[in-house]
């Protein structure tokens, strides 16, 4: 007899997550059936808790009445485009007090990222509504990052925005900024 | 040792990633490797691995060409690896498509003007994948006549038209077959229909052609 179709369907699900095979999303199946119910739960509901903020991208929980989780730097003129969620700290910590865009990963077709996938259009709108003096991307020096950042460059150029971005290799300036400040 | 090329990355376990690889003995298929031997994009290696439990884990790899691209070049590479990606079979040799991969790659980095390897590496790839154009047949066997209209049935192959404004002149159609290339028309057919059998051919749309702003 086949194992159950919900066991067979966690397996797929868990084999689709990044850096799991068809061996390790069987030991995971395993794994998180063995595990107390309310853990999961609790995750997969504060996942569903979290939503991107409509300015910066990044992970908050939406509050009654605040429009925007980085009401702070509002009429700030840098702003700063990072990768991950996590980056945002690293460059709060170096004293930095401009925007942030979060990408949310990098472009790569052959993982099937492309603009639509980062809703990259959505950086033009936030410059359009709010100009920056400077932009600062901050990525890193593979080959996704390279083509992210051309095609950032371009969407910029193609929006007719008066401005050019720096780019900053992360790999080799944890941290740092674009600009001495 | 193998010739190989990496077409995708992907985190595995902490130190491992998992590879797509095209290679020059074995076509497309999957490898592991650690964190320290990673190979890049755009690079052709020499390497050797050993099978393991989940998939073979790569044990020697070294670099024996590197292709630099800049800017259109990027995307059009991007756009050359994710055709791979969607197209190549399991672990099936195509010493033909192996080849002009690196021809392409090279004219990419010598920074050539792109369309003409784009159009040559999607013929050699339809080919090689079974979805090979004929430019002097229609869908039914028959020779292209000049001066009928066809159309282009990305499943079947030329459909002859009677509307004259839909398709494309038969005379355009014999003309690319012979090698024509000085007509821009002829270039634009060309990507129109390629495209039109690569989407067709795919279940759904390539990520790279969003790329092109
Ligand atoms: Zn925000």
Redesign the interface.
């Known amino acids: 007899m086949s194992s159950a179709r919900e066991y067979q369907a966690l397996v797929r699900a868990l084999d689709q997550l990044?850096?799991?095979?068809?061996?390790?999303a069987l030991r995971c199946a395993r794994w998180l059936l063995q595990q107390p119910q309310n853990s999961l739960l609790e995750a997969l509901q504060a996942a569903q808790r979290l939503q991107q903020c409509p300015r910066c991208r990044r992970y908050w929980q939406p509050q009654p009445q605040v429009e925007f989780c980085c009401n702070s730097d509002l009429g700030h003129a840098d702003l700063l485009v990072v990768v991950y969620d996590d980056d945002v700290e690293a460059y709060r910590q170096q004293g930095y007090r401009g925007r942030f865009f979060i990408l949310h990963g990098l472009?790569?077709?052959?993982?099937?990222?492309?603009?639509?996938?980062l809703r990259l259009s959505e950086l033009v709108t936030v410059l359009q509504r709010e100009p920056v003096a400077r932009i600062g991307l901050c990525l890193p020096s593979?080959?996704e990052a390279?083509?992210t950042a051309?095609?950032i460059r371009?969407?910029i150029q193609?929006a007719e925005l008066p401005i050019q971005p720096d780019v900053m290799d992360v790999d080799t300036t944890a941290g740092e900024l674009p600009w001495p400040i | 040792m193998k010739q190989l090329v990496v077409l995708r990355r992907q985190p595995w376990r902490e130190n491992d990633w998992l590879l797509d690889v095209f290679s020059a003995t074995t076509g497309r298929q999957s490898v592991v490797c650690s964190s320290r031997l990673m190979p890049d994009y755009y690079r052709l290696y020499a390497a050797d691995w050993r099978d393991e439990q989940d998939w073979p884990r790569l044990t020697v790899l070294q670099q024996t060409e590197h292709w630099p691209l800049l800017n259109e070049h990027w995307i059009c590479a991007a756009y050359v690896n994710e055709l791979l990606l969607r197209f190549l079979p399991d672990r099936e040799p195509l010493p033909l498509l192996w080849q002009q991969y690196q021809h392409t790659l090279h004219a990419f980095a010598e920074q050539h003007y792109p369309a003409p390897w784009l159009r040559l590496f999607e013929t050699v790839l339809l080919q090689q994948v079974g979805y090979g154009i004929s430019w002097q047949q229609d869908a039914l066997g028959l020779p292209i006549v000049p001066n009928a209209r066809y159309a282009m049935d990305g499943q079947q192959g030329w459909q002859r038209v009677q509307d004259q404004t839909s398709g494309y002149l038969g005379e355009w159609i014999l003309a690319w077959a012979k090698g024509n290339s000085r007509r821009p028309e002829l270039w634009r057919m060309a990507r129109d229909v390629l495209r039109t059998v690569i989407d067709a051919r795919l279940d759904r749309p390539l990520v790279s052609r969003d790329f092109l702003i």
Request: overall charge positive; hydrophobic content about 25%.
């Open positions: 990044p850096g799991i095979g068809p061996q390790a472009l790569s077709p052959m993982q099937g990222i492309g603009p639509k996938q593979d080959v390279q083509t051309y095609y371009q969407l193609r």
